[in-house]
């Protein structure tokens, strides 16, 4: 089920609310409403996966309980401990990744000797359940956070339907006191329906309409390449499809977890206002950075180590793992790679130190991000070398293009607004008019009346039928 359907917004969505909120008299109530409604929500589409999301809860709850059994036996704990992780990456990769060893493997063997195996489906969000359970087995290992009894309350963690198949990653430590002391509010209510309409509008009225040059143009680079001013169009565009596609449903899963009482923290910071490819993934996919460096990075050692030697592994090992996190597929493997090579030079260069204009460090970051973005966005290396060539004039196709013209014509409003929106602005206005309308009944009026207008217009882009299912539900 999508946040950006009519089936969600009319029906699931108002459900639950009715029935969570005249259940007010009881905590546990209200959360085995929503576990059940997560469920449902995850089984709508794929029904059958519904029991690898059980099974993953419950092995987990397990898990946590048994090291709280063997609270006092360390070697007892890191047994329990490897045997999580080897089971929920096991998991991981079986479903994730085996597949593409096989592809692999056959295509080494060759046809003769061709191993045939089934193909398995992917389901939706398990990298994004499998590191938030993982999290919590660690978190209660480490003595981070006491374990949770109650297998209802853990499943909620792990389930709840607004960060289940797409994100933000929530640390258990972060919501373990919500899970039953939250409280909700008139005004968490208000502002997380509020942030709701804003990531659905980036979503319906941006991102789905950047998604559709972004396929034209890779569509028409795979027929048989395109001019240099379209390619970097196509780039371009689809750095703002993913970028208001994501960060629109985290915006949602944020808005949602606030209008039932529970706070998540930000996912995104304007990232394309960075200054340096560290200073990037210091606002992009927040959550998800900070479970590798928590989990990965700072065991390995970190940057603490004075062998950079070491420290060039460690972050080789977490950019790598990165790109493998985001899919199977070769093209993963050399964007994680390259954001390694250029972070690791900036981090000893100590670039982001230079003292050199902020405006050249910011193109210096958009240029490799958008390379970066065409691997990332390429169906296979194949693919991603060819269109590389035709950004830099070696197809063979020359610079100039009528259809980059015609595609900025048609869709020059969504640029304008994909470039004003990528920045702080809309903070700063909502910042001044907060100001400004302390006491003025006039602005506190007009605000609820244009998220009301913005839900409509998105709601009339839904019933045309131009929305089409999240970028990060792949991963």
């Known amino acids: 089920m999508l946040f950006s359907s009519v089936v969600f917004l009319f029906y699931f969505l108002p459900v639950i609310l009715f029935l969570y909120y005249i259940c007010f008299w009881s905590r546990t109530v209200q959360n085995m409403l929503l576990l059940a409604a997560s469920l449902l929500f995850y089984a709508w589409g794929e029904p059958k996966n519904i029991l690898l999301l059980l ?23 890191k047994a329990v401990l490897v045997i999580v992780l080897v089971v929920n990456l096991g998991i991981l990769f079986i479903f994730k990744y085996f597949n593409f060893v096989m592809q692999n493997i056959n295509s080494v063997l060759g046809e003769e000797h061709k191993i045939q195996v089934a193909k398995i489906l992917l389901p939706i969000g398990i990298s994004f359940f499998t590191f938030q359970a993982m999290s919590y087995v660690i978190d209660v290992y480490r003595g981070e956070t006491k ?23 929530v640390r258990y430590t972060s919501v373990a006191e919500q899970i039953i002391g939250r409280k909700g509010t008139w005004q968490k209510f208000s502002a ?44 371009i565009s689809y750095a703002f499809q993913i970028y208001y596609d994501f960060s629109g449903y985290s915006d949602m899963a944020i808005g949602l977890g606030l209008m039932f009482g529970f706070k998540f ?27 590798f460096k928590s989990y990965v990075y700072f065991p390995l050692g970190g940057s603490r180590l004075k062998n950079t030697d070491k420290v060039a592994r460690n972050l080789l090992i977490v950019w790598m793992l990165t790109g493998i996190w985001h899919g199977a597929e070769w093209t993963f493997f050399l964007w994680g790679f390259f954001n390694f090579l250029l972070i690791a030079w900036e981090k000893f260069a100590k670039f982001e130190k230079w003292t050199i204009k902020p405006w050249i460090k910011h193109v ?35 610079f100039f293009s009528s259809h980059a013209v015609m595609f900025v014509k048609e869709n020059l409003i969504y640029f304008l607004v994909g470039i004003l929106f990528s920045m702080p602005v809309a903070r700063r206005v909502n910042k001044r008019l907060f100001n400004r309308a302390k006491g003025t009944m006039l602005l506190e009026m007009i605000y609820p009346f244009a998220i009301s207008g913005l839900f409509f217009i998105c709601i009339c882009y839904l019933l045309k039928g131009t929305y089409n299912p999240f970028i990060y539900f792949n991963f």
């Open 364 to 398: 210096y970051t958009l240029f490799f991000l958008l390379l970066f973005w065409v691997i990332f966005r390429a169906d296979n290396v194949m693919q991603a070398g060819s269109y590389l060539s035709d950004l830099f004039l070696f197809g063979g196709h020359g």
């Open 265 to 291: 923290e930000e996912n995104f910071n304007y990232p394309y206002t960075a200054t340096s490819i560290s200073d990037f993934w210091r606002r992009w996919h927040i959550s998800l950075g900070s479970w």
């Open 147 to 169: 374990v949770q009894k109650n297998p209802f309350s853990l499943g909620l963690y792990i389930a709840f339907f607004p960060q289940l198949v797409a994100g933000p990653i």
């Open 55 to 77: 099974a993953s809860i419950m092995f987990n709850y397990m898990a946590g309980m048994l090291l709280e059994y063997f609270k006092d036996r360390k070697k007892a704990k």
């Open 192 to 235: 997380g329906s509020c942030r709701f309409v804003v990531g659905l509008s980036k979503k319906v009225l941006l991102s789905n309409q950047f998604a559709a040059v972004t396929d034209r143009i890779f569509t028409m680079q795979m027929q048989g390449g395109v001019p240099a001013l379209l390619a970097w169009l196509g780039a």
